[in-house]
């Protein structure tokens, strides 16, 4: 299971704006990043109502928690938006001032502050002791390492251009880094704080999703319609699946169930969550979500999925029992990332 789709952590309080207290295992909040409009839903999952929406900054991406559960740290970037081949000189000038991870209070429901984090941060995972951000810094083709005891970072690393996705492996020696635009995985060791390998996975890999034993990585590949499997020890692909149609299908986000038998992938312009079997390797189910769906999350018990659907501005809900959307609730400026927290 993707350590950071749900965080069970101690979290015991209710939100101001919350109107109707809410009891038993089953209350836990989701929390949605909205790109274009530049703030944080908040979502009761008892009545599936957005109970809050809370100003962040410019572009909020990423999205993950602390292991504790007390923060939410976000990805913020005063770069404009462009989709691939854009022509860069059309654009507006970047806003540098907006770029950071933004510190988010759970308990108080608010931004706290934004921590520098090198240029253009889009995704980020964090250390098992809380202590570091791992950070893709999408305009200059590298990630950083930031310490949250002092704010500073602490090391920079060159991973290929257009790095998006990051994942430390769950032993906590190694943190992957995609990079879109080379189409491989640069593979950063903890300790020595240096890229030790460059793995070749396909055309534009953004997410990256372990099994819980460190010894096997899945990884998307958006432009081939695909999802690779990669011994992460020998850093060789171990099988290659594909979804669909290279262009119709384009593999977005990866996360895998609990038990690691099942891989969810959202599949962007495809408007579909593909959920893999990967005992088989094959497809066992294809659900239509909304359009153009990025960010997946579980559930804390892992009966349901969330996706975010940008274009669509909603969040759909699918009981992975049924394999069925039960719920779209409606969001504004374009839905990214998702997240779970359980009191």
Same mark, same amino acid.
């Given at each position: 299971?993707?350590?950071?789709?749900?965080?069970?952590?101690?979290?015991?309080?209710?939100?101001?704006?919350?109107?109707?207290?809410?009891? *038993?295992?089953?209350?836990?909040?989701?929390?949605?990043?909205?790109?274009?409009?530049?703030?944080?839903?908040?979502?009761?999952?008892?009545?599936?109502?957005?109970?809050?929406?809370?100003?962040?900054?410019?572009?909020?991406?990423?999205?993950?928690?602390?292991?504790? *559960?007390?923060?939410?740290?976000?990805?913020?970037?005063?770069?404009?938006?462009?989709?691939?081949?854009?022509?860069?000189?059309?654009?507006?000038?970047?806003?540098?001032?907006?770029?950071?991870?933004?510190?988010?209070?759970?308990?108080?429901?608010?931004?706290?502050?934004?921590?520098?984090?090198?240029?253009?941060?889009?995704?980020?995972?964090?250390?098992?002791?809380?202590?570091?951000?791992?950070?893709?810094?999408?305009?200059?083709?590298?990630?950083?390492?930031?310490?949250?005891?002092?704010?500073?970072?602490?090391?920079?690393?060159?991973?290929?251009?257009?790095?998006?996705?990051?994942?430390?492996?769950?032993?906590?020696?190694?943190?992957?880094?995609?990079?879109?635009?080379?189409?491989?995985?640069?593979?950063?060791?903890?300790?020595?704080?240096?890229?030790?390998?460059?793995?070749?996975?396909?055309?534009?890999?953004?997410?990256?999703?372990?099994?819980?034993?460190?010894?096997?990585?899945?990884?998307?590949?958006?432009?081939?319609?695909?999802?690779?499997?990669?011994?992460?020890?020998?850093?060789?692909?171990?099988?290659?699946?594909?979804?669909?149609?290279?262009?119709?299908?384009?593999?977005?986000?990866?996360?895998?169930?609990?038990?690691?038998?099942?891989?969810?992938?959202?599949?962007?312009?495809?408007?579909?969550?593909?959920?893999?079997?990967?005992?088989?390797?094959?497809?066992?189910?294809?659900?239509?979500?909304?359009?153009?769906?990025?960010?997946?999350?579980?559930?804390?018990?892992?009966?349901?999925?969330?996706?975010?659907?940008?274009?669509?501005?909603?969040?759909?809900?699918?009981?992975?029992?049924?394999?069925?959307?039960?719920?779209?609730?409606?969001?504004?400026?374009?839905?990214?990332?998702?997240?779970?927290?359980?009191?």
């Amino acid at each position: 299971m993707n350590r950071r789709s749900t965080i069970a952590m101690g979290f015991g309080f209710l939100l101001a704006s919350c109107s109707k207290e809410v009891k *038993g295992p089953a209350a836990y909040r989701i929390y949605v990043t909205n790109e274009v409009s530049g703030d944080l839903s908040v979502i009761d999952s008892a009545t599936m109502a957005v109970i809050a929406t809370v100003p962040l900054g410019k572009r909020p991406r990423g999205i993950h928690a602390s292991p504790d *559960g007390k923060f939410i740290y976000v990805a913020l970037s005063g770069s404009p938006i462009a989709g691939p081949g854009v022509d860069e000189s059309t654009l507006p000038p970047p806003d540098k001032s907006a770029d950071g991870i933004g510190v988010f209070d759970v308990a108080q429901n608010k931004l706290l502050r934004v921590i520098h984090s090198g240029s253009d941060p889009e995704n980020f995972d964090i250390s098992h002791d809380g202590k570091y951000l791992y950070v893709s810094n999408e305009d200059v083709g590298g990630a950083s390492m930031l310490d949250l005891s002092t704010e500073k970072v602490l090391a920079t690393f060159k991973t290929g251009d257009e790095p998006e996705g990051v994942q430390m492996t769950p032993d906590g020696k190694f943190v992957w880094v995609t990079s879109e635009d080379a189409g491989t995985v640069a593979v950063i060791d903890t300790a020595a704080r240096t890229v030790v390998k460059t793995i070749p996975v396909g055309r534009r890999p953004r997410s990256i999703a372990f099994t819980p034993d460190s010894t096997q990585a899945w990884v998307n590949a958006e432009n081939d319609g695909t999802v690779t499997l990669v011994d992460a020890a020998k850093g060789a692909i171990v099988e290659t699946i594909e979804l669909g149609k290279p262009g119709v299908i384009k593999p977005m986000a990866v996360l895998l169930s609990r038990d690691a038998q099942k891989l969810y992938v959202s599949t962007g312009r495809g408007g579909q969550v593909i959920i893999l079997d990967t005992a088989t390797r094959k497809v066992d189910a294809t659900i239509e979500v909304g359009k153009r769906p990025w960010g997946i999350a579980l559930s804390p018990d892992g009966k349901t999925l969330f996706s975010a659907n940008g274009p669509s501005n909603d969040l759909s809900v699918v009981d992975l029992a049924t394999k069925t959307v039960t719920n779209k609730i409606k969001l504004a400026g374009s839905p990214w990332g998702v997240i779970t927290l359980q009191p």
